[in-house]
């Protein structure tokens, strides 16, 4: 690795050029603390609370994060690290104010929380197609959800876990298979939309 020393013996130190970006190895190593990356002398602010590595880590392993509103900085570094890789970025946001819909005596509804499903596509650099959006939208409003559609991101909710997981798996197989026709489809440039469109699950 360029340009990388050792403090103490134990953190690795990166500087980056100002036109660098971490790469997705990085950012892993960042966010579990084994990392400092400088970029014109200033921290690149990706680095993890411990309470959140485990989380970060399981995350990276399944391609999807459910974290909590609270978990904002683990959403971020979650997203910072789909962009490095140039995939989608999948999330599940837990709605707290439906917790106390859940009997606490029920372990089964306790393990599948209410979610927003966030799906942004702006980390892969290509957005949906005009029939791609159609067909989520179709897909989304068989089970009478909120649903919010843009080509670069799709939010759906409020849905349980389970079922969130499963409308994701098919909204995933939709922009793989429709996304060969964005040159047709009349979408903006990567660098147009990426520009005003969403890039960050919240």
């Not at 799906?119 to 957005?127: N, P, Q, S």
């Not at 919010?148 to 969130?164: E, I, M, N, Q, R």
């Not at 995933?172 to 469109?197: C, L």
Request: hydrophobic residues 40%; aromatic residues 6%.
């Amino acid at each position: 690795m360029p340009n990388a020393r050792t403090i103490k013996g134990k953190i690795r130190v990166v500087n980056l050029k100002p036109d660098e970006e971490p790469s997705a190895e990085q950012i892993v190593q960042v966010a579990n603390g084994k990392l400092q990356i400088l970029n014109g002398g200033g921290k690149v602010g990706i680095t993890l609370p411990r309470k959140h590595r485990a989380l970060f880590m399981a995350s990276i392993t399944q391609g999807y994060l459910k974290y909590s509103r609270q978990q904002t900085r683990l959403a971020e570094v979650f997203s910072c690290w789909c962009d490095a890789k140039e995939i989608p970025c999948v999330s599940f946001e837990i709605e707290k104010d439906c917790l106390d819909m859940l009997s606490t005596n029920d372990s089964t509804k306790k393990d599948d929380p209410f979610v927003t499903m966030h799906f942004d596509v702006a980390t892969a650099g290509r957005a949906f197609t005009k029939a791609g959006l159609i067909a989520v939208a179709e897909l989304v409003l068989e089970h009478l959800c909120d649903v919010a559609l843009s080509p670069w991101k799709v939010s759906a909710g409020v849905l349980p876990f389970g079922l969130a997981r499963q409308i994701m798996v098919q909204v995933s197989k939709i922009w793989y298979t429709t996304g060969e026709r964005n040159a047709e489809s009349g979408i903006p440039s990567d660098q147009e939309s990426k520009a005003s469109g969403p890039q960050m699950v919240h």
